[in-house]
């Protein structure tokens, strides 16, 4: 394969294809369906898979197929089908990515917007843009260019699905409605991951869990006056706050369940440090902080630890509670939470949710009524060991296009669908990697794409593609 003329194809497929189309994919509003009810009848989730099958079926690649696939009830899914370049293996390469996105939120910079395409400084901006829009265009783009220039490249499936950002609460049926399509899969290649910088390649190495649990704690049928009832009864708060520090250390944050916890493998922990050498405030700079605010730990090594092997508690909602203006004074009925529990790569979710719902419930301060709402769980992921002929093309591809080497990290968010694969196909390789990088603000304002970095990025999936057909 010619890989300088490699690099130079994507690049140009880049500026004279991808980004119009993908700047026109900004302006759909495909809210994933977990924040929009009427999904089905918005029709903007259709309308972004469509505009991405209309584009790939406009590049002409030989025997390509582009197929929307929709199971009763559930968010469609487009399913992109490559033959093997000649001479290449039939085995599957199985390249993901999503098409649903998060929701506008308000507070966008001066100019900017989340369903209006903005070219600024190398980026894109606008909602979908890096999470996850371009995954498709990048993986397209690499065979493409892989084709054009000498490469190789087995069987591609690239899978576009449209719940990401709900969970992928749709995927398992999928995956099993697809599973005798796909094949032998032997490589998967993820578009929805991170990157440390933009100066070299990145692995994601480990992804956490996650978990959501609705409690609430119920004192009373109805509000009373709190002038006649306090004393008398506890509010529901400070009971709830009793059984949150069954789970939760208040003052480190530390999870107290065991079966939230695992021992931390050491090649992890070495590879952390590895990270954090190649880029000093790697993690630590990661989070804007307020003025005095400081971060759980001057250890950065233990601060990416904990963002990416340790359980971590946040809550993320509440109801039985007016807001400040509306209080009165009143010994409130009840008060719920929502629980969002992010869980070690390897940690059990289900066996972690039966764990927490025990210590909530079990043994209540004066007899308070604990009921539990809405739940659900994801699977963590842990990336097998990469064999020899995929470190190889890693190397070659990062000292080609990056001149550096790569490096690897952990992720403290989730991908639910790499747990599930990994499960499917025990025997595959994974390369998790994408182009969520420093200030590409996922799920926030002025979410942007690093249009350079993303075409790099879809270089070095040619070579990985050519180098496993060659293996």
């Given at each position: 394969?010619?890989r300088?003329?490699?690099t130079?194809?994507?690049q140009?497929?880049?500026?004279?294809?991808v980004?119009?189309?993908?700047?026109?994919?900004?302006e759909i509003?495909?809210?994933?369906?977990?924040?929009?009810?009427?999904?089905e009848?918005?029709g903007?989730?259709?309308a972004?898979v469509?505009?991405?099958?209309?584009?790939v079926t406009?590049?002409?690649?030989?025997?390509a197929e582009a197929?929307?696939v929709r199971?009763d009830?559930?968010s469609p899914?487009?399913?992109?089908?490559?033959?093997p370049?000649?001479?290449?293996?039939?085995?599957?390469v199985?390249l993901y990515g999503?098409l649903?996105k998060?929701?506008p939120?308000h507070?966008w910079?001066?100019?900017l917007g989340?369903?209006?395409?903005?070219v600024?400084?190398g980026r894109?901006?606008?909602?979908g843009s890096v999470d996850d829009g371009?995954?498709?265009?990048?993986?397209?783009?690499a065979?493409?260019a892989?084709r054009?220039?000498?490469?190789?490249?087995a069987?591609?499936v690239?899978l576009l699905?449209?719940?990401e950002?709900?969970?992928?609460?749709?995927?398992?049926?999928y995956l099993e409605?697809?599973?005798?399509r796909?094949?032998?899969?032997?490589?998967?290649?993820c578009?929805?991951s991170?990157?440390g910088d933009?100066?070299r390649?990145?692995?994601?190495t480990?992804?956490?869990?996650?978990m959501q649990?609705?409690?609430?704690v119920?004192?009373l049928e109805?509000?009373?006056?709190?002038?006649m009832?306090?004393?008398?009864?506890?509010?529901?708060?400070?009971?709830?706050r009793q059984?949150?520090?069954?789970?939760e250390?208040?003052?480190?944050?530390?999870?107290?369940?065991?079966?939230?916890n695992?021992?931390?493998p050491n090649?992890?922990?070495?590879?952390?440090?590895?990270?954090l050498e190649?880029v000093?405030?790697?993690?630590?700079?990661?989070?804007?902080?307020?003025d005095g605010m400081?971060?759980?730990?001057e250890?950065e090594?233990?601060?990416?630890?904990?963002?990416?092997?340790?359980p971590?508690?946040s809550?993320?909602g509440?109801d039985g509670?007016?807001?400040p203006s509306?209080a009165?004074?009143?010994?409130?009925?009840?008060?719920?939470?929502m629980l969002s529990?992010?869980?070690?790569?390897?940690?059990?979710?289900?066996?972690?949710?039966?764990?927490?719902?025990?210590r909530?419930?079990?043994?209540?301060?004066y007899?308070?009524?604990?009921?539990?709402g809405?739940?659900?769980?994801?699977?963590?992921?842990?990336a097998?060991?990469l064999q020899?002929?995929?470190?190889e093309a890693l190397?070659?591809a990062?000292?080609?296009?990056f001149?550096?080497?790569?490096?690897?990290?952990?992720?403290?968010?989730?991908i639910p669908l790499m747990?599930?694969?990994?499960?499917?196909?025990?025997?595959?390789q994974f390369v998790v990697?994408?182009?969520?990088?420093p200030d590409?603000?996922?799920?926030?304002?002025d979410?942007?794409?690093?249009?350079g970095?993303?075409?790099k990025?879809?270089?070095?999936?040619?070579y990985l593609?050519?180098?496993?057909?060659?293996?």
């Open positions: 394969m010619d300088a003329a490699v130079k194809t994507v140009q497929i880049w500026d004279e294809s980004l119009p189309s993908l700047s026109e994919l900004v509003p495909a809210v994933s369906p977990a924040y929009d009810a009427d999904w009848a918005n903007h989730l259709d972004a469509d505009h991405v099958r209309q584009w406009a590049r002409g690649i030989p025997g197929e929307v199971l009830g559930r899914l487009l399913l992109i089908d490559i033959p370049a000649e001479g290449a293996s039939e085995e599957t199985l999503h649903d998060q929701p939120l507070g910079s001066e100019g989340p369903w209006t395409p903005v600024r400084n894109l901006y606008g909602r371009y995954s498709g265009y990048a993986a397209i783009s065979v493409e892989a054009q220039h000498g490469g190789r490249h069987r591609c690239v699905e449209t719940g950002e709900s969970g992928s609460p749709d995927l398992p049926a409605h697809l599973s005798d796909l094949g032998d899969v032997t490589l998967i290649v578009l929805d991170g990157a933009y100066e390649l990145w692995l994601t480990s992804l956490r869990g996650g649990l609705e409690v609430t119920r004192v109805s509000g009373q006056h709190s002038g009832a306090s004393g008398i009864l506890p509010s529901s708060f400070r009971i709830m059984l949150l520090d069954r789970i250390d208040p003052r480190t944050g530390e999870i107290l369940v065991p079966e939230l695992v021992p931390i090649n992890r922990v070495e590879q952390t440090r590895a990270a190649a000093p405030g790697l993690v630590r700079n990661s989070v804007p902080l307020l400081q971060p759980l730990s250890d090594v233990e601060l990416a630890l904990n963002n990416t092997w340790r971590t508690l809550v993320i509440a509670m007016p807001a509306d009165g004074n009143v010994l409130r009925p009840y008060t719920t939470l529990f992010r869980l070690p790569p390897t940690a059990d979710p289900q066996a972690a949710m039966e764990a927490v719902k025990q909530l419930s079990t043994d209540v301060p007899g308070a009524q604990v009921s539990f809405h739940s659900d769980t994801g699977m963590g992921w842990n097998p060991d020899p002929w995929l470190h190397d070659q990062s000292a080609d296009i001149g550096t080497r790569w490096q690897t990290m952990g992720v403290g968010g989730s747990g599930l694969l990994h499960n499917a196909y025990p025997d595959a990697t994408g182009a969520l990088g590409s603000n996922a799920h926030v304002p979410e942007s794409l690093h249009l970095f993303a075409a990025l879809s270089a070095a999936i040619a593609l050519d180098a496993h057909a060659r293996r």
